[in-house]
T-cell receptor, first 117, second 114 residues
């Protein structure tokens, strides 16, 4: 079974440009999460989809970030326009619906390293 | 405020030596607790988790962790480190219920000397 995949693995863009990151979750996983790690800091939650609906987007930094999950399958995270402080590693994770005792293990992708110059 | 602290940013141990990585958390309710590991070029892999019950939990790759409620700690241990354990380790907490975001510590990078 394929794991969570993310594309691209690296992206280097200039300030003011637009970048779109993609995440393909494990097939059948209803929950999809985006996290971000800025250099030297902790991994921080951005948002959570349940199927195609945004369950929690409390971690989105500002309105330059737009996340979508069309048809409840893959998800994209667009940054427009990108700023220097957006540099970091963006992780995607997915989990099944309600599991044993209500816990759903989150499976992480390898991340996309974004560098904004 | 909810937070996780990993006080050691970088640790170096000799191969075969024992290892303990520290994790302290601040959380309003009883959380779920996790340790993840990230090897270069890989995603985060779950090492072990604690929900309830026995406070000493066993994980993959010979790791274990002990939950101490009185100290709000969930330290990760391994009796004998292998060179392949060199990686970055993350402690995380999550809500005591389905789904929900994880709150991570800053990570501890482990180097292993031959």
């Amino acid at each position: 079974e394929a794991g969570v995949t993310q594309f691209p693995s690296h992206s280097v863009i200039e300030k003011g440009q637009t970048v779109t990151l993609r995440c393909d979750p494990i097939s059948g996983h209803d929950n999809l999460y985006w996290y971000r790690r800025v250099m030297g800091k902790e991994i921080k939650f951005l948002l959570h989809f349940v199927k195609e609906s945004k369950q929690d987007e409390s971690g989105m930094p500002n309105n330059r970030f737009l996340a979508e999950r069309t048809g409840g399958t893959y998800s994209t995270l667009k940054v427009q326009p990108a700023e220097l402080e957006d540099s970091g590693v963006y992780f995607c994770a997915s989990s099944q619906g309600r599991g044993l005792a209500g816990y759903n293990e989150q499976f992480f992708g390898p991340g996309t390293r974004l560098t904004v110059l | 405020a909810q937070s996780v602290t990993q006080p050691d940013i970088h640790i170096t141990v000799s191969e075969g030596a024992s290892l303990e990585l520290r994790c302290n958390y601040s959380y309003g309710a009883t959380p779920y607790l996790f340790w993840y590991v990230q090897s270069p070029g890989q995603g985060l892999q779950l090492l072990l988790k604690y929900f309830s019950g026995d406070t000493l939990v066993q994980g993959i790759k010979g790791f274990e962790a002990e939950f101490k409620r009185s100290q709000s700690s969930f330290n990760l241990r391994k009796p004998s480190v292998h060179w392949s354990d060199a990686a970055e380790y993350f402690c995380a907490v999550g809500p005591n219920g389905p789904g929900g975001k994880l709150i991570f510590g800053q990570g501890t990078e482990l180097s292993v000397k031959p």
